[in-house]
């Protein structure tokens, strides 16, 4: 019982270990070496658990050993142990190049991408440059239009003023004609009137002066009997 109770306080203190050590777990990279072979066992006697990695390979570091071995752990979930000495806490220059040129691509493309988008912002510009001027122009002929209209419209008011005025004018020239007329027949009516009277007042005359003109002038015969 006591040696089982010890195993497992063991066995605890282990896992314990393992997980503080896998908790502050750094990441280092396998130096510019051709291949490191990954074993089982700090040393070159245990069993070789990966035949070779490359240069530049990202590991997980499980723990540094006081031996010079390191257990690691790789992308692909292999645990192993190889010399510390192989490790590298910075990529290799083949893996800084990669990531160089990969930036640069990055850059490369978002440069592309700027100038498409900045080709497309000058030629939208031009586009409403150009809606702009066109704008402007119909803007300023409609002005020119409506400035004729305003003044076509002011002659137009002037014209039916004008019309009115001359309208008016013709009906009282009408009514003064037809005072006109009218008072020409009242005249008329008038002159004829005092043409009858006249006529009839000579007759008159003509009728009493044949009355007495043979009065009045003696005749011969009484004339010898004088």
Same mark, same amino acid.
């Given at each position: #019982?006591?040696?089982?109770?010890?195993s497992?306080i063991?066995a605890?203190?282990c896992?314990?270990?393992?997980a503080?050590?896998?908790?502050?777990?750094e990441? #280092?990279?396998?130096d510019?070496?051709?291949?490191?072979?990954? @074993?089982?066992?700090e040393?070159?006697?245990? @069993? %070789?658990?990966?035949k070779g990695?490359k240069?530049?390979?990202?590991?997980?570091?499980i =723990?540094?050993?006081?031996?010079?071995?390191?257990?690691?752990?790789t992308?692909?979930g292999? =645990?192993g142990?190889l010399?510390? $000495?192989?490790?590298?806490?910075?990529p290799i !220059?083949k893996?800084?190049? !990669?990531?160089?040129?990969?930036?640069l691509?990055?850059?490369?493309?978002?440069?592309e991408e &700027?100038?498409t988008?900045?080709?497309?912002?000058?030629?939208k510009?031009?586009?409403?440059?150009k809606?702009?001027?066109? &704008?402007?122009?119909?803007?300023n002929?409609?002005s020119k =239009?409506?400035?004729?209209?305003?003044?076509?419209? !002011?002659?137009?008011?002037n014209?039916?003023? $004008?019309?009115?005025?001359? @309208?008016?004018?013709?009906?009282?020239? $009408?009514?003064e004609?037809?005072?006109?007329?009218?008072?020409?027949l $009242?005249?008329?009516?008038k002159s004829?009137s005092? #043409?009858m009277?006249?006529?009839?007042?000579?007759?008159?005359?003509?009728?009493?002066?044949?009355?007495l003109?043979?009065? %009045?002038?003696p005749?011969?015969?009484?004339?010898?009997?004088?």
């Open positions: #019982m006591k040696t089982s109770f010890l497992k063991a605890s203190i896992l314990l270990a393992l503080i050590s896998s908790a502050s777990a990441t #280092m990279y396998i510019d070496t051709l291949l490191v072979p990954l @074993r089982s066992g040393g070159v006697g245990f @069993r %070789i658990v990966h990695l240069s530049g390979t990202k590991l997980e570091i =723990e540094k050993l006081s031996s010079g071995y390191a257990h690691v752990k992308p692909s292999i =645990e142990y010399p510390s $000495r192989y490790l590298t806490a910075q !220059a893996v800084k190049l !990669a990531q160089a040129n990969q930036e691509a990055k850059l490369k493309a978002n440069y &700027t100038q988008q900045l080709a497309n912002l000058k030629k510009h031009q586009s409403l440059s809606e702009h001027t066109q &704008t402007t122009s119909e803007l002929a409609n =239009e409506l400035k004729n209209i305003k003044s076509i419209s !002011a002659n137009a008011l014209l039916d003023k $004008r019309n009115r005025e001359l @309208r008016e004018s013709n009906e009282q020239l $009408r009514n004609l037809e005072l006109i007329q009218t008072e020409n $009242r005249l008329k009516d004829d005092n #043409m009277l006249i006529g009839g007042g000579l007759v008159t005359l003509g009728v009493i002066l044949t009355l003109i043979p009065i %009045i002038k005749s011969k015969k009484n004339d010898s009997w004088a």
